[in-house]
């Protein structure tokens, strides 16, 4: 699971392709909150705000 900003998206798509060999969800994490977990603020990527989960 990766916490990217917009710029890196692709970059943590292709991450997640070559290691699970499928297609990953997309969580936009500016509208969805959750109960036991908080994610990053940053980009896994840079030091850009983390704006979506690839999971």
């Known amino acids: 699971m990766y916490c990217v ?10 991450q997640f392709l ?4 499928e297609a990953p969800d997309l969580v ?3 509208e969805t909150e959750f ?10 990527h840079c030091e850009e705000p983390a704006i979506v989960l690839v999971v």
């Open 18 to 21: 070559d290691e699970y060999a």
């Open 28 to 30: 936009n994490l500016q």
């Open 35 to 44: 109960s036991d977990w908080d994610p990053p603020l940053q980009c896994a």
């Open 5 to 14: 900003c917009k710029q890196h998206i692709e970059n943590a798509l292709e």
